[in-house]
């Protein structure tokens, strides 16, 4: 009940495309739902975030959708672009002291 | 200013052998978390510290492992005869305590047990 779910485990895109990355969860008491951007050699870094009461929060290229009668969320990188490679994580918290983090997706972008 | 800190960032042990990871949080941020990323895994939550206090040690793998947190700030993560399955990214994150879960991560230290 405490795991997040993410697929796919690796996502190859061409320059421009899109790039879809889903996640699920089974804990309704999960209130808080980031995403990870990881580069190799570096610690995660905050790419977007959302709270239940809302479906969609869009950043820039970067939409996250959320689905809370599924119990699914998922982040779409738009024009996706070279530099977007690298390991994205999902994550979800069920109270305001950690996260539990999906598998991660790697995501390679070629020109 | 600087982000998160970790020293050292790798560290090659032997079995059996303890081990210091050492975290330098953002100023002022006084939530500290400590997470352990296996090789080709998610982030594993290990433990939360609050100021000092720890209110959530629930990710702690053994008894092995334990942590504290000095002045609200310096954090440090022992383990205790190391085991080859202890190898893996220890990652430090840390927030301010009104930033809802805005966690920001260290570059993590390299344990590699032989």
């Known amino acids: 009940q405490q795991q997040v779910k993410q697929s796919p485990q690796s996502l190859i895109v061409q320059k421009g495309g899109i790039s879809i990355i889903n996640c699920a969860y089974e804990?309704?008491?999960?209130?808080?739902f980031p995403w990870y951007q990881q580069f190799p050699g570096k610690g995660p870094a905050l790419l977007i975030a959302?709270?239940?009461?809302?479906s969609e929060k869009k950043e820039g290229r970067f939409t996250i959708s959320f689905n809370k009668s599924a119990k699914q969320f998922s982040l779409h990188i738009m024009d996706s672009q070279p530099g977007d490679s690298a390991t994205y994580f999902c994550?979800?918290?069920?109270?305001?002291?950690?996260?539990?983090f999906g598998t991660g997706t790697l995501l390679a972008v070629q020109p | 200013g600087a982000g998160v800190s970790q020293s050292p960032s790798n560290k090659v042990t032997e079995k059996g052998k303890d081990v210091e990871l050492r975290c330098d949080p953002i100023?002022?941020?006084?939530?500290l978390y400590w997470y352990r990323q296996s090789l080709g895994q998610g982030l594993e939550f290990l433990i939360y510290?609050?100021?000092?206090?720890?209110?959530?040690k629930s990710g702690l793998p053994s008894d092995r492992f334990s942590a504290e947190r000095t002045g609200g700030s310096v954090s440090t993560l022992t383990i205790q005869r190391t085991q080859q399955e202890d190898s893996a990214v220890y990652l430090c994150?840390?927030?301010?305590?009104?930033?809802?879960?805005?966690?920001?991560f260290g570059p993590g230290t390299r344990l590699t047990v032989l």
């Open positions: 100023s002022g941020h006084t939530a």
């Open positions: 959302i709270r239940p009461d809302v």
């Open positions: 994150a840390s927030s301010f305590p009104t930033s809802y879960n805005e966690q920001f």
């Open positions: 994550a979800a918290s069920p109270r305001r002291n950690k996260l539990i």
């Open positions: 510290f609050q100021g000092n206090s720890a209110p959530d």
């Open positions: 804990n309704t008491a999960f209130d808080y």
